[in-house]
């Protein structure tokens, strides 16, 4: 190959999509039962809070970019 | 019989099936292509675009045996079942990243699967094989328990009975998916798929908000949770735990998904790189439907259900499977219950025509082709493929009917430890050709004994305690083996490199993955 393609397509962007890989594997945050929200534990909500988070920063990531 | 027949459920039942079977042959002219073309009975003719995608990759994805298996975990194990919920959101960066490289390249080169967009990359037959092995092999166990989460829904509607009679509506179901795959190829679940998750989306709606509110809010509904069940035990001293273990069952699980040949066949058949990027920030609905249907698992315990004396036979029978159509028959009136035992049977058959397929394509590519015939006629190949697929299917409906359960899912967690295997040569070969073929070879195969050997010492739990420096470290037997599968590949190449008077050939170039 003549030129290296390593660095092809790399954006800052992405940093964000590490941020959320990283919120969704820090367990012990989240694995309380306070703050509830409609009785649901912090454990529940905040895992399907997370993943809409995911779909915006994937959707703003692929726009940006 | 389980459960008292249930004719409202059937009929609702039976229609829907009728329904699907119609639309499935139809399928053959929807965007009409020469099916005797592997890409066109195999890819759909790589022409679906970003909405189709959307409903081909859920509908495989997010199968019939999640819906069941998620909330039997959440009935027996509790929190732990939640890692389905991290696990989803993890898997679509990784989708957005990785694979519109790899539709970019294949649909350039032709390749219809990771086998031959491995043999392409490295030049190597042998590793191309062990893709496809991989691949095959884990795709079997995967079939039969689609099956499982049918039998389930037929047994809940009070259909059944002793032996080979008793297993008749499952085969029956089986013959109709075989036909309509044969014929009409991917085509047929794609469009099934889009019937099945207008379903599935308003049972699970339904369900998340009638059944709260049956039971009194969710409040009441945690409340009658034990603490043991409502949140991950806290690590001991000097172990990570249940943390660690979550966080690596749901980082492994992500890995693996989309190296499945099913989710790789949803993939290649869209229309664009960009048709693929698209649906990464639109995919995670799935994944809040999923969250949503394993709570399902606590409104069994809140509501009872499983002390009811009509439904003790289901739950004798099919244990904590039992759990979700329990708490449906329960909550809904029979006809809606029909629609979502529909909803759960149909979403088994879509991802078993597709996985069916991929099986399929992996054969005929990577080992027919590579092995034995290297200039079989493009008719022929598609040939080959729709009879591999019919022999797929039976083999796994013949496991289902003889043997027992617990096979099948642990066989099917010995092949999420063995498909993850894969993603070194696949997923950095999307990225980087640094890797020794020869390397990543002995990776695959260092992981690959390893992670069965884990899963067997452990007596097929998925996690493995890694002791280390005096600590423990409980994880996913999947994610650990496939960081060592990375370690040997990375050691060894150099000294592959060293010995090999020359690299295999790399007939992509750099411009080909650009999306």
């Given at each position: 190959m003549a030129e290296k393609p390593s660095n092809r397509g790399w954006s800052w962007w992405y940093l964000l999509l590490i941020v959320l890989c990283a919120a969704a594997l820090w367990v012990p945050f989240y694995n309380t039962v306070d703050p509830t929200l409609w009785g649901i534990p912090f454990f529940y909500w905040f895992q399907l809070l997370l993943v809409l988070a995911s779909a915006v920063v994937i959707a703003v990531v692929h726009v940006v970019t | 019989m389980l459960v008292e027949l249930n004719w409202i459920a059937l009929t609702v039942f039976i229609v829907l099936f009728g329904f699907i079977t119609w639309v499935g042959f139809a399928a053959a002219r929807w965007r009409k292509g020469d099916l005797d073309q592997l890409h066109e009975w195999g890819?759909?003719?790589?022409?679906?675009?970003t909405i189709v995608t959307w409903f081909l990759i859920g509908g495989d994805l997010y199968t019939a045996y999640t819906f069941i298996a998620l909330p039997a975990l959440a009935y027996g194990a509790g929190a732990v079942a939640f890692f389905a919920v991290p696990y989803t959101i993890l898997i679509y960066p990784l989708l957005f990243v990785a694979f519109p490289r790899l539709w970019q390249v294949c649909h350039r080169h032709g390749y219809i699967t990771a086998g031959d967009f491995v043999r392409g990359r490295y030049g190597n037959r042998w590793l191309a094989l062990a893709i496809a092995l991989s691949g095959i092999v884990a795709t079997m166990p995967y079939i039969a328990l689609q099956l499982v989460g049918l039998e389930v829904v037929i047994g809940a509607m009070g259909v059944g009975g002793e032996g080979l009679v008793g297993e008749l509506p499952l085969i029956v179901a089986f013959i109709i998916l075989a036909a309509f795959t044969y014929t009409s190829g991917l085509r047929a679940p794609a469009a099934i798929a889009i019937v099945k998750d207008v379903l599935i989306y308003t049972t699970a709606f339904v369900a998340i908000i009638v059944i709260p509110i049956e039971l009194g809010g969710f409040g009441k509904i945690f409340a009658a949770i034990p603490p043991a069940k409502l949140l991950l035990a806290a690590p001991a001293a000097n172990s990570t735990g249940s943390y660690g273990a979550y966080a690596t069952l749901a980082l492994g699980s992500a890995l693996a998904l989309f190296l499945y040949p099913h989710s790789m066949t949803g993939i290649l058949a869209a229309s664009s790189g960009r048709a693929v990027r698209r649906n990464a920030a639109l995919l995670p609905a799935y994944s809040l439907l999923l969250g949503l249907l394993t709570l399902l698992g606590f409104f069994v315990i809140a509501s009872g259900v499983d002390k009811l004396p009509q439904f003790a036979a289901g739950f004798a029978q099919f244990k904590a499977n039992f759990a979700a159509p329990a708490v449906m028959l329960w909550a809904f009136p029979s006809w809606f219950a029909g629609v979502a035992f529909a909803a759960i049977g149909i979403g088994a058959l879509v991802p078993a025509a597709i996985m069916s397929i991929a099986a399929a394509n992996l054969y005929t590519r990577n080992i027919h082709r590579e092995f034995f015939n290297a200039n079989v006629a493009p008719k022929d190949e598609a040939q080959i493929a729709k009879w591999v697929s019919l022999i797929v299917k039976f083999g796994a409906l013949i496991f289902i009917l003889f043997v027992p359960l617990q096979y099948a899912i642990q066989l099917q967690l010995l092949g999420g430890i063995w498909i993850i295997q894969t993603f070194p040569a696949v997923v950095f070969g999307l990225f980087t050709r640094k890797f020794n073929d020869w390397a990543l070879l002995c990776g695959w195969l260092v992981g690959t004994v390893m992670g069965t050997w884990m899963a067997v010492a452990m007596n097929f739990n998925a996690t493995y305690p890694l002791a280390f420096a005096g600590w423990t470290f409980p994880g996913y037997a999947a994610f650990y083996t496939v960081v060592l599968n990375f370690l040997v590949a990375l050691v060894l190449t150099p000294v592959f490199n060293a010995m090999a008077s020359q690299p295999g050939r790399d007939e992509t170039a750099a411009g080909d993955y650009v999306v």
């Amino acid at each position: 190959m003549a030129e290296k393609p390593s660095n092809r397509g790399w954006s800052w962007w992405y940093l964000l999509l590490i941020v959320l890989c990283a919120a969704a594997l820090w367990v012990p945050f989240y694995n309380t039962v306070d703050p509830t929200l409609w009785g649901i534990p912090f454990f529940y909500w905040f895992q399907l809070l997370l993943v809409l988070a995911s779909a915006v920063v994937i959707a703003v990531v692929h726009v940006v970019t | 019989m389980l459960v008292e027949l249930n004719w409202i459920a059937l009929t609702v039942f039976i229609v829907l099936f009728g329904f699907i079977t119609w639309v499935g042959f139809a399928a053959a002219r929807w965007r009409k292509g020469d099916l005797d073309q592997l890409h066109e009975w195999g890819l759909g003719g790589r022409r679906f675009g970003t909405i189709v995608t959307w409903f081909l990759i859920g509908g495989d994805l997010y199968t019939a045996y999640t819906f069941i298996a998620l909330p039997a975990l959440a009935y027996g194990a509790g929190a732990v079942a939640f890692f389905a919920v991290p696990y989803t959101i993890l898997i679509y960066p990784l989708l957005f990243v990785a694979f519109p490289r790899l539709w970019q390249v294949c649909h350039r080169h032709g390749y219809i699967t990771a086998g031959d967009f491995v043999r392409g990359r490295y030049g190597n037959r042998w590793l191309a094989l062990a893709i496809a092995l991989s691949g095959i092999v884990a795709t079997m166990p995967y079939i039969a328990l689609q099956l499982v989460g049918l039998e389930v829904v037929i047994g809940a509607m009070g259909v059944g009975g002793e032996g080979l009679v008793g297993e008749l509506p499952l085969i029956v179901a089986f013959i109709i998916l075989a036909a309509f795959t044969y014929t009409s190829g991917l085509r047929a679940p794609a469009a099934i798929a889009i019937v099945k998750d207008v379903l599935i989306y308003t049972t699970a709606f339904v369900a998340i908000i009638v059944i709260p509110i049956e039971l009194g809010g969710f409040g009441k509904i945690f409340a009658a949770i034990p603490p043991a069940k409502l949140l991950l035990a806290a690590p001991a001293a000097n172990s990570t735990g249940s943390y660690g273990a979550y966080a690596t069952l749901a980082l492994g699980s992500a890995l693996a998904l989309f190296l499945y040949p099913h989710s790789m066949t949803g993939i290649l058949a869209a229309s664009s790189g960009r048709a693929v990027r698209r649906n990464a920030a639109l995919l995670p609905a799935y994944s809040l439907l999923l969250g949503l249907l394993t709570l399902l698992g606590f409104f069994v315990i809140a509501s009872g259900v499983d002390k009811l004396p009509q439904f003790a036979a289901g739950f004798a029978q099919f244990k904590a499977n039992f759990a979700a159509p329990a708490v449906m028959l329960w909550a809904f009136p029979s006809w809606f219950a029909g629609v979502a035992f529909a909803a759960i049977g149909i979403g088994a058959l879509v991802p078993a025509a597709i996985m069916s397929i991929a099986a399929a394509n992996l054969y005929t590519r990577n080992i027919h082709r590579e092995f034995f015939n290297a200039n079989v006629a493009p008719k022929d190949e598609a040939q080959i493929a729709k009879w591999v697929s019919l022999i797929v299917k039976f083999g796994a409906l013949i496991f289902i009917l003889f043997v027992p359960l617990q096979y099948a899912i642990q066989l099917q967690l010995l092949g999420g430890i063995w498909i993850i295997q894969t993603f070194p040569a696949v997923v950095f070969g999307l990225f980087t050709r640094k890797f020794n073929d020869w390397a990543l070879l002995c990776g695959w195969l260092v992981g690959t004994v390893m992670g069965t050997w884990m899963a067997v010492a452990m007596n097929f739990n998925a996690t493995y305690p890694l002791a280390f420096a005096g600590w423990t470290f409980p994880g996913y037997a999947a994610f650990y083996t496939v960081v060592l599968n990375f370690l040997v590949a990375l050691v060894l190449t150099p000294v592959f490199n060293a010995m090999a008077s020359q690299p295999g050939r790399d007939e992509t170039a750099a411009g080909d993955y650009v999306v």
